[in-house]
Structure formats: C-alpha cells, structure tokens
C-alpha cells in the first residue's frame, strides 16, 4: 500500500446518519408494537425488505445474486478477480415481535462499509460481498441458521427443499414465489474470509460502556424434540390417580429442566420456548404434548452431558406420571471458536480508532458460527440498550452501530487490500 493509501484508510469514516436512515427505512417494513417489527423468513414482508435491500445495493453499483437457499449475495468486484471474496452480513428476517436491529444491523452495516468506498473511490484487490442469509431466526422453517447452514454444507439440497412451516408451506416453493430461489452454488463463491456485525444481545458491553465486542467464540448449541405421550380422558369423570396427563407430566418436566441447567453451572442455558398440547379443550385431560428443549453451553463434553441428563429426566418424570417420552435431536451445532487472524483484525481496527473493546464469546448463535467452520470468520457486537432483543424495544445507539461498522470497514479493508 502506498503512503498515500495508508493515510486514506486512516481517515475513512462511515456515514452514520446513512447508516441509521436504513436502518429505519427498513423497519417502517413489517411493523409491530410501534418499534418493532415482524419479518419471518420468506413472507411477504421478508419478500419486500429483500426488495428495499436489492435496490440499495444495485444502486451501490453491485451485482445480485441468490443461491437455492434464497441467500442475496451483493458483489462489488476487485481490481484481482481471482482472489477470494471478502464477506460480510447478517439477516433481515426478525421474530415475530422483533425489534429494528438484530441481524438488519449486520446487512446495512456491510453494506454501509461498501458505500463508503465508493464515496471515496476506493478499489480493492480481492471482490467483497454483502450477505443476507436466509431463515436465520428458524421461526417459520426449522432450524434456524439455515441459509448459512445449507452454503457451508451442513444440509444438503434435499433436505432443504423439502423444509415444512408449520402450515405445511414448503421452503423451495416459498422461495421460488418470493423469487429469490436462485442458482448460486457454494463453489461459484470462494470465500477469503467472512465478518458479521451483530448486536449484543446482552447487557456487558453496555454495563461496562464500551462500544464494541471483538467476538472470539459462539456456544454450542443443542435442540431436543420432545414428544410426550399419556391418554385422552375426561376432566369430570377420570379420576386423579388413573390419569395419564401429558400436560401435567410436561409440565413437571420443565421444572426439572430448570434445576438440570442452573445445577449446570453459570455458562449452562436450558429453556424451553415451544410447547403445544395437543389439545386445548377445557375439559380434556391432554394425551400428547410436544416441546422444544434449548441446551447451550461454550464446552463441547459439558453440552453433550447436559442434553443426554436432560432427555434422561424428560423420560423418568413421563414414567412417574404413567406416561412416556421420547427426546430426539433437532439440530446440534458445535461450540466454534473464531479464526485468530480475523479477530485479531477487530482489534487492530478497534486500537486505530481509539474505541475500547471487550473480547468475548456470544451466548447466542449466529449465521457466523456456521461459516467459521470452513472460512476464517469473527464477529463483532455493539451494544444494544438493557441488553434487550427479541422483542419490540430493542435499541442500538446510532453512534455505537458506526462505531462497529468502523471497525468493520477497517478490517474488511486489511482483508481485502487497498488497490493503489
């Protein structure tokens, strides 16, 4: 790099009042509760934020793609097109009463990061892309992260295509009506490395005010599908002690569930977040409820451990209530640990720009987490206020998303190389 390169990469700045514009440019799309909104994947309003996105970045002079799993991937070509591209995104799909900023920040600021070179006519040597993965939060298909999941070959095609939402829509076909079923394969995109801005989720950066995470690790995670099993009867005429009450033997079970993690140990989480009887008769004694067991944990043995103990218990309290449960996995995603080079770019980026930072692991999953497990990969976490998302009053401070997205744009550029 020249002199005069380095000290244009020194004085590069986002455009902050741009980057919170998008931001709520994008949140007017699917809005819930005043400041929330609701995008679950491959709806109709999913469909218009992938419209508003695709604009900015066309007009951003980049050139759109789609896979088969509805992934956008944006290309702003590099003066070496042979080189791998420098990738960095998130998602726009949201909970259902989600709020402004989890995953949207990670595409605008990406794409914040490319506007700001073209503002100031900067080319680099290797391509970089902007990323919208598909389905992250798992709310109408499951699993969640699975656009990332099914690029880094963790599900194959027909696995994919044939993913049902719960009202039997089928994933290929609702990509295809939303017309972003595309033909994208993995091998058509080597990827150097890949960088995902995200906000914390969590309340340490703001109670230790600082503005930026250097991510250096996600948890495992593992889904537990439990099905339990008792007999329908009738409230006014069984008597308590021949029921086989499946909601009440779930209920206990979830009792049990609590105690296992907080017996676990501090880095242990256990919840339960889906439960749907089979029945919902006022008069019924419930023969089937099915749940959802989240087990996470930063240790691989300890996850391991935790969910077997789980599924142990789910099937002794069945047992004591004359009933039966089965516990299958769902979805198991390792404990990763981020690539050393990349995350030591964050923190190089973060000492030139006089931010203080953390370095810490996430507690939540991440599209990155996928990624990492075939491309050099870190992440980076602003602070969101209380600490609070998946829910309509998550708020990240306009200043705090440049901050990272400063970051990002410093280490994606290192990556990348200044052309010139």
């Known amino acids: 790099m020249t002199a005069a390169a380095r000290r244009l990469s020194n004085t590069l700045r986002v455009n902050e009042a741009r980057l919170w514009d998008r931001h709520m440019q994008m949140a007017r ?17 999913d469909a218009e934020a992938r419209a508003l996105f695709a604009g900015w970045c066309i007009e951003a ?3 759109m793609h789609s896979d088969r799993a509805g992934n956008m991937i944006a290309i702003r070509p590099g003066r070496d097109p042979s080189r791998p591209v420098v990738v960095a995104g998130s998602h726009l799909d949201t909970q259902p009463h989600g709020g402004r900023f989890d995953g949207v920040s990670g595409v605008l600021a990406a794409l914040e990061v490319v506007e700001t070179l073209n503002d100031a006519g900067v080319e680099t040597e290797a391509p970089l892309a902007v990323v919208n993965w598909t389905n992250e939060e798992g709310v109408r298909f499951a699993p969640g992260l699975l656009g990332s999941a099914w690029f880094a070959g963790l599900i194959d095609d027909a696995t994919l295509d044939d993913i049902r939402a719960p009202d039997g829509a089928r994933f290929a076909d609702e990509a295809a009506r939303i017309g972003w079923r595309g033909d994208l394969r993995p091998t058509d995109l080597p990827l150097d490395s890949f960088f995902e801005l995200h906000i914390e989720q969590g309340p340490v950066l703001e109670r230790a005010g600082v503005p930026v995470g250097v991510v250096t690790s996600v948890q495992g995670l593992r889904w537990l599908d439990v099905a339990v099993t008792g007999m329908d009867a009738h409230a006014g005429t069984t008597p308590l002690d021949v029921r086989r009450d499946a909601l009440l033997a779930a209920a206990a079970m979830l ?6 993690g907080r017996a676990a140990g501090p880095d242990a989480r256990v919840s339960v977040g889906r439960f749907q009887p089979a029945t919902d008769g006022p008069s019924t004694i419930a023969g089937r409820v099915d749940f959802v067991i989240d087990i996470r944990h930063p240790d691989a043995a300890t996850l391991a451990a935790l969910s077997e103990r789980c599924a142990a218990a789910c099937r002794a309290v069945a047992a004591h209530h004359g009933c039966e449960a089965q516990a299958t996995m769902r979805i198991e995603v390792p404990p990763r640990d981020f690539d050393a080079g990349c995350v030591a770019l964050l923190e190089d980026a973060a000492q030139d720009l006089a931010l203080p930072y953390r370095r810490m692991p996430s507690g939540a999953l991440h599209d990155a987490s996928n990624l990492a497990a075939n491309v050099p990969t870190a992440m980076i976490f602003v602070p969101c206020r209380d600490g609070i998302s998946h829910n309509v009053d998550e708020y990240a401070a306009p200043g705090d998303l440049a901050a990272g997205c400063n970051v990002l744009l410093r280490a994606m550029l290192a990556r990348a190389g200044m052309a010139g």
């Open 29 to 45: 799309i699917g809005t819930v509760c005043g400041t929330g909104c609701r995008r679950v994947a491959l709806s109709d309003e």
């Open 61 to 63: 002079g980049l050139t």
């Open 255 to 260: 009792v049990e569930l609590n105690a296992l």
